[in-house]
């Protein structure tokens, strides 16, 4: 494809990934549970706020495959990197859907996110595709982290927000092995270092803007 073609794809993409209203492919994880009724006034907010942080990581997760997706060089992990971002899709949608559920709003800097992700993803893909995958199977593993920790934070109440975190969680697992299977390098432990750092001060800043 031109280069040019694929610069307006991904052009299109961000637009509708920070300002469009998401839609997923599946359904909601949890739908057939109680939307919060029962979760006291801090709870639901607390909980709005944690599924603010992993909508704020859906969006960083499409930049990411994008920009990955421009510059990887195989066509075998261009196309796991296009599976992958169609699939993050439904997370964002749900994570969207449950912020509204529970009262909450999105956060005020998503454009920021999606701008430094993208960026993050074109430069791993220019370093190779084993790379490539390696940041890949990396941010996969952290995100499974954070949706642990929060599943220990949202109340036991509130199965709707569980169900949600449990599908992601499986998901994210299964683009890291797949990254692992295409070849992925081990990733230098400082860098996954600088990436823990770097995911504190995002989930920190989104908790509340």
Not at 34 to 47: D, K, N
Not at 93 to 117: D, F, H, M, T, V
Not at 167 to 193: C, F, N, W, Y
């Amino acid at each position: 494809m031109p280069l040019l073609d694929s610069l307006l794809i991904c052009a299109d993409n961000a637009l509708r990934t920070v300002f469009a209203p998401a839609h997923s492919a599946r359904p909601a994880p949890g739908s057939d549970q109680s939307s919060g009724a029962a979760l006291q006034p801090e709870q639901q907010t607390q909980a709005a706020r944690l599924m603010r942080i992993n909508h704020v990581g859906e969006i960083c997760a499409q930049a990411l495959y994008q920009g990955q997706a421009l510059t990887a060089r195989n066509t075998q992990v261009r196309a796991a990197l296009e599976q992958a971002a169609r699939e993050e899709q439904d997370h964002l949608a749900w994570c969207e859907q449950r912020i509204n559920e529970l009262g909450g709003r999105k956060s005020l800097l998503n454009p920021l996110w999606y701008a430094g992700s993208f960026t993050l993803g074109a430069v791993s893909g220019m370093l190779g595709d084993k790379w490539n995958l390696a940041f890949l199977a990396e941010t996969e593993r952290q995100v499974e982290g954070h949706i642990d920790d929060h599943l220990h934070k949202i109340a036991a109440a509130d199965a709707r927000s569980r169900a949600v975190l449990e599908q992601m969680k499986l998901d994210e697992a299964q683009h890291a092995a797949t990254a692992v299977t295409l070849g992925a390098a081990q990733m230098p432990r400082a860098i996954s270092q600088i990436m823990r750092l770097a995911s504190r001060v995002m989930t920190g800043t989104a908790y509340w803007v």
